[in-house]
């Protein structure tokens, strides 16, 4: 690509994206009470989504996820509500015990290879969240834990509100999908990159293989638990259920759908999978098979996702406005 | 624990280690010979246990042609999903894995909407005698698969030793391109294997469905057991998933017994994730270079 | 002409391999192909043998066009292939892996035939380790199975991808012995070798092949006394 079409790319990604987050900025005013809770779930879930890519780069499509999700949840309520720990201040204490969980998963595992590794993990986090179930103390059982506490007032803003909640959400969004553009655009992501081309070239030019394995997990995990704590001081109550192989299979739903190649695939694939969520609830019973059934076919018949089905429109759309080079 | 209760006890576990089998060794044959996991397997038991409530529970079949019908369900289900799924997606091994993942969804809706999504009602014993033995009562129905785990898998094993499809299969599974150049047609061997591992599971769920209450839900509760005995017998290893079935057997049905169900499944992930820390590649699996 | 293979062109993703690439091979021939590491002799093997479908080009096999045809079809017709790195099946016995080259073979009088007076003619050394995993052989001697292997499909064409490669000189001699001795029984034979000497005593026609494209062919004599084939393959 020359620089000067890279240039309009940028302009062109640019405005867009101004576009949208002023969008985003007056919705809340305007829309029903329970449209912005559900704005809210978009945020949490694209964190989810964004740092699952992140892990899937190194080729782990590993299926504990979900669990460091609720890890951050119990982590960030329980703090909160037994220790009395501030909210702000759980949330990331929550982000990083699902960290130190995905690294403790991770590193005994990690000699085994592909399905060994998948499931071995996966087996490792349903241990955790069959915990949650079996200890009713601390872990309250099938029932969970309820009356978590609520963000507090900060500057004469009540968090616990509705507006400032979803504006603080946004922001963590905003801030966890800056640090994962920072990392993908890193030395360390450039390294995942290669592994996720070629892992034997990758190990040949010196990438320590198992290390980055171990580095995208515990990042990944940490993000999916600070999507735990914003979730738990939102609901004020949270139990195993809401971590089981079924919220695992609507994340890879979001992720394949959207696309896993660039950045924005799961923002994608979270704002259209889970619009059809929303807008599919009268048909509730049948619902799951029409989100499996798709994201077959999207593997079938689409595998770059939605994602790669709009960068080859946009690449045919430059493609046609610019002039023909000259043929020599 | 009395003696009256261990014998039990003892007696439900060789049961459970012959179901765990029968499920296991077809999946992990299918992981063997294309390399896929199918995660949707544990569906194939379900849906051979809702055949067996479909038609002698509620359509008045004899039991046996109804656990016949679950065997060729199970098998035809396996073919379907060979050539819709594993066919199309040539290869891509993580696509594939992910995609039998949707179709956990597309089975549970298909059967809880045919046949409600509640817990089914309890399906009729045919057989309501009791085995005795040594002062103990064993319900006849309930050991009833382990003949039945016996000669399948006995068949299996046979049959990759000594006929020439199975040695086809076994080839494949080692090195598919070196067996396509000796003419065996790889299409053909992974349909094969799709299709017993269908009908070994359509058969344990149609033979466990009088003892289970049965749920829609079955599938996504029985694979995760399924799971770790085939990762902990070695991947592709039939006698190793054999071997596997029947720790796991003992070890669920004994902390069941004890302790409770939950227990049992947080202990067994335990003992995986020692065996596998210690031996990546399974108890029987070869180590891939 | 028992094998033609009519202008292919191969591709990895998007880039070309081997581009029009055409040989002949007449009945009864040792046809060699040589060239350096990369230069595209095995996608040239696997094209014929089907496991790889060429982007463009024909393969004509006893005047049957065979170059859409899945390997399983082209093995049927009577084309064997000995893959690089002998790729043996390293779990099942000698036994076995023989039987399993005679997979399309229902005649098991014929098959037992090949295999005493074929296989174990050529190769005693398999005899004696019928019951061996195939995976604990040396390589020679898996190098042995995978020829024997190849003729228990009792194959008009046999393709040897690199026989010698890894080999001890030994071994080696063995190994070139047998492919005369294989080629006196009537059987045509493509040879891929980087070992360049060996190849262009055993072959009658030979092709020369730097990356991807045939810069030489001629009859093996001729190209032995070639200086630009003498400077770059035969070490001056
Ligand atoms: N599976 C593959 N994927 C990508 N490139 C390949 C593959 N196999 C071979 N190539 C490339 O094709 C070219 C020819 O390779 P090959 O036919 O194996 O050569 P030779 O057998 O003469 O050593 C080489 O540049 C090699 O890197
Ligand atoms: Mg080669």
Redesign the pocket.
Known sequence: MSSHSMKKYKIGGLAPLILVLSGLCLVPFFLRAYLVEVAMMYFIYIILAQSYRLIVTVHDWQLYHIVLYGVGAYTSGMLAKNLGVPVFVAIPLGGAMAGLVGMAITLPLLRTKGWGFYIATYGLAELIRLTWLKFRNPFGGSTGIIDIPWPPVIAGIDFSDRIPYYFFSLGVMLLVMLMLYRIEKSRIGDSFKAISMDPELAASTGINIPRHRLMACSIGGFFAGVAGGLLVHRLGAVDPKLFNITTTLYLLIWVVVGGTNTFWGPIIGVSVMHTLFELSRPLIEIRPMFFGLSMVLVLIFLPGGLEGLISKAITRLQKRDRVAPVET | MSSQLLIQTIANAIAASGMLALIAVGLTLAFGVMQMANLAHGHFFMMGAYTVYALYALGGWPFWWAVAAAVAVGAVIGLIVERGIFRPLQGDVVSGFIATAGLMFVFEVLVGELWGWGLSRPIPSPYMRAVRFMGAAVAFQRVLVIPFAVVSIGGLMFFMRRFRLGRALRAVAQDPEAAALQGININRMTALAMAIAGAYAGLAGGLMSTIYAITPSLGGHIILPALIVVVVGGMGSIGGATLAAVIFGFVMTFVTTLVDGVTAVMVSVTVMAVVLAIRPQGLMGRVIA | MLLEVKDITAH??K?A??RNISIGVNDGEIVTLI????????????AISGLKHPSSGEIHFQGQRIDRLPPYKINALGIAMVP?GRRVFPQMTVLENLFMGAFLRMDKNAIQKDLEETVFRHFPRLKERTKQAAGTLSGGEQQMLAMGRALMSAPKLILL??PSLGLSPIMCGQIAKIIRDIHAEGRTVIL?E?NARLALVLAQQAYV?ET?QIVLSGPADQLRENEEVKRAYLGG
């Open positions: 990895y993703f880039v391999a081997v060239g350096s590491n990369g230069a595209g002799k095995t996608t040239t093997l696997r690089e991808d690199e891929v980087q092949i991807g």
